[in-house]
């Protein structure tokens, strides 16, 4: 059975630091490109970070030095460390697993995060 699991959300005061973990399982983790998206209320979901089977990285402007995405192919598992965090970034995050040669994927059910003072 295929599982995407996010952990590591909860409240942080603006400026802290939080780092997500997604969990795969029933998947050949390697063979996928994984992503972090994001969804805040009453808006559209949005891609924030890539991360290719290969190890490529790719950030939207808007975490682009704040945000790094990792993952362990050994752990089947990505990451999100996410620094200096602003209330704007409150919003649901989850992954997504993209397989490299098809049009196979799955996502999480999410994690919330919350900046606020």
């Known amino acids: 059975q295929v599982q995407l699991v996010e952990s590591g959300g909860g409240l942080v005061q603006p400026g802290g630091s939080l780092r997500l973990s997604c969990a795969a399982s029933?998947?050949?983790?390697?063979?996928?490109?994984m992503a972090w998206y994001r969804q805040a209320p009453g808006k559209q979901r949005e891609l924030i970070a890539s991360?290719?089977?290969?190890?490529?990285?790719n950030y939207v402007d808007a975490v682009k030095g704040r945000f790094t995405i990792s993952r362990d192919n050994a752990k089947n598992a990505v990451y999100l460390q996410m620094n200096s965090l602003k209330p704007e970034d409150t919003a649901v995050y989850l992954c997504?697993?993209?397989?490299?040669?098809?049009?196979?994927?799955?996502w999480g059910q999410g994690t919330q995060v919350t900046v606020s003072s």
């Open positions: 997504k697993a993209d397989h490299a040669y098809s049009a196979n994927s799955y």
């Open positions: 029933g998947f050949i983790f390697n063979i996928y490109h």
């Open positions: 991360i290719s089977n290969l190890g490529n990285t």
